[in-house]
């Protein structure tokens, strides 16, 4: 099992002490994978302190923020057994409830949670419904709810399939590619709880900006001809001039008139900035 841990110091030891009360009754042999994502509290220090006592848990460090995808991914590489769990490390779910995924493990290569009564604002599930059906539409396939963080993954699926989102577009992009050669994929309903300790991110502008961003590069290299990749690959510069006009909008609110136009140089400096601060 891996989790992604970005600035999780009040989650990740309750987090590991869940899984190595867990793993035990549903393995036989088991690891635990915690991915510290360049946490700048103390989450890389408390990871280290119990992996000195128990060398079932293995820790990967990013010595910088890669974001959400890059922690899966090396979470992905960091797992040597042939069935993967993964989850996030902010105690949104249960691990208890591993069984129901691994119940349906002659169903699907893939074995995907779904959240039966999702624990976020109402603007957040719309979110996720609006990208949902757009994904879904794009690459064909059809799961209720893609960005759950409660799956079991196939080591045959990771042989057969190169991830490269560094953002919130690596869950799409691993069943978009599971689809595309013909995995297997199947559903069972999980609990959801509310995050109850450490900062939420998953909502950041920053994140949902990312997402548009690498699914305008993945989709067209998955399909080339499609004619919605033309179409796809435009994004990026539809988001440029929406955060010039959400700008204009917001001077004109505060009274003043809007300045002129960013060079592209300055737009881009900009655009940066905000995903370095945000870590994502
Ligand atoms: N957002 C974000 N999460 C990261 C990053 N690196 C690792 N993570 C971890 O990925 C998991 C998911 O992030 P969350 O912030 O919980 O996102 P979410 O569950 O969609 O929404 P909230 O909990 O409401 O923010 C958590 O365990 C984070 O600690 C990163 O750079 N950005
Ligand atoms: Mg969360």
Redesign the pocket.
């Known amino acids: 099992m891996f989790?992604?841990?970005?600035?999780?110091e009040e989650?990740v030891e309750r987090i590991i002490l869940q899984a190595q009360k867990v793993l035990p009754k549903v393995a036989e042999e088991w690891e635990i994978i915690p991915?510290n994502?360049g946490s700048r509290d103390r989450t890389g220090e408390i990871i280290e302190r119990i992996a000195k006592e128990d060398p079932r848990v293995r820790p990967v460090h990013h010595i910088r923020?890669?974001?959400?995808g890059?922690?899966v991914i090396s979470g992905f590489n960091a797992s040597r057994f042939e069935l993967i769990f993964f989850t996030?490390?902010?105690l949104?779910f249960d691990l208890h409830e591993i069984p129901l995924l691994l119940q349906r493990l002659n169903e699907g290569d893939l074995v995907l949670g779904y959240r039966k009564s999702r624990q976020?604002p109402f603007f957040?599930k719309v979110n996720a419904f609006l990208w949902g059906k757009l994904v879904g539409y794009l690459f064909g396939f059809r799961v209720r709810d893609v960005?759950c963080?409660f799956k079991i993954v196939k080591r045959s699926v990771l042989d057969e399939v190169e991830l490269t989102s560094g953002g919130?577009m690596i869950s799409t992009e691993l069943l978009a590619k599971a689809r595309q050669r013909n995995f297997r994929i199947s559903e069972v309903g999980v609990t959801h709880y509310p995050?109850i300790m450490?900062?939420?991110?998953?909502?950041?502008l920053s994140?949902i900006l990312r997402a548009f961003k690498e699914l305008s590069r993945i989709y067209p290299a998955m399909y080339p001809k499609s004619r919605m990749s033309s179409l796809i690959r435009i994004i990026p510069k539809i988001k440029l001039r929406k955060s010039r006009k959400a700008a204009i909008m917001d001077t004109w609110a505060n009274g003043n008139p809007p300045s002129p136009e960013p060079s592209r140089r300055e737009a881009g400096e900009t655009v940066s900035a905000l995903t370095e601060t945000a870590?994502?």
């Open positions: 989790f992604p841990a970005y600035n999780e989650n991915v994502d923020n890669r974001g959400y890059g922690a996030d490390g902010d949104q976020d957040r960005d963080a919130a995050r450490g900062s939420p991110t998953g909502s950041n994140v870590g994502v």
